[in-house]
């Protein structure tokens, strides 16, 4: 069983910066997907970025040119950096893990860690 263990969230002023961190333990695949959403009271949960095991990364537009997504194979763990945070970031983020086992889908959650950007 995939387990993910998240960390780095917090509080932040407009224009901060904060590092989200993701480790996967268990039956990670080689192949798969890793990634962050968000999800803010009130709204759907929505993708912030993703970044498969070839190091493709996919953001979201509000990501786009503020969030980088990165990731370390051996380690099984992803990183975001997120700049110039605004009010609008204030979300729980989770990590995703999205992987094919005998061409079924599965995919993992964190629990979650709370952004706040606030002055």
């Known amino acids: 069983q995939v387990q993910l263990v998240e960390s780095g969230g917090g509080w932040v002023q407009p224009g901060g910066s904060l590092r989200l961190s993701c480790a996967a333990t268990g039956g990670v695949l080689s192949v798969n997907t890793m990634g962050w959403y968000r999800q803010a009271p009130g709204k759907q949960r929505e993708l912030v970025a993703d970044?498969?095991?070839?190091?493709?990364?996919n953001y979201g537009d509000f990501a786009k040119g503020r969030f980088t997504i990165s990731r370390d194979n051996a380690k099984n763990t992803i990183f975001l950096q997120m700049n110039n945070l605004e009010a609008e970031d204030t979300a729980v983020y989770f990590c995703?893990?999205?992987?094919?086992?005998?061409?079924?889908?599965?995919?993992?959650w964190g629990q979650g860690t709370q952004v706040t950007v606030s002055s």
């Open positions: 995703n893990v999205f992987q094919r086992k005998f061409g079924l889908p599965f995919n993992y």
């Open positions: 970044i498969s095991d070839g190091g493709i990364a």
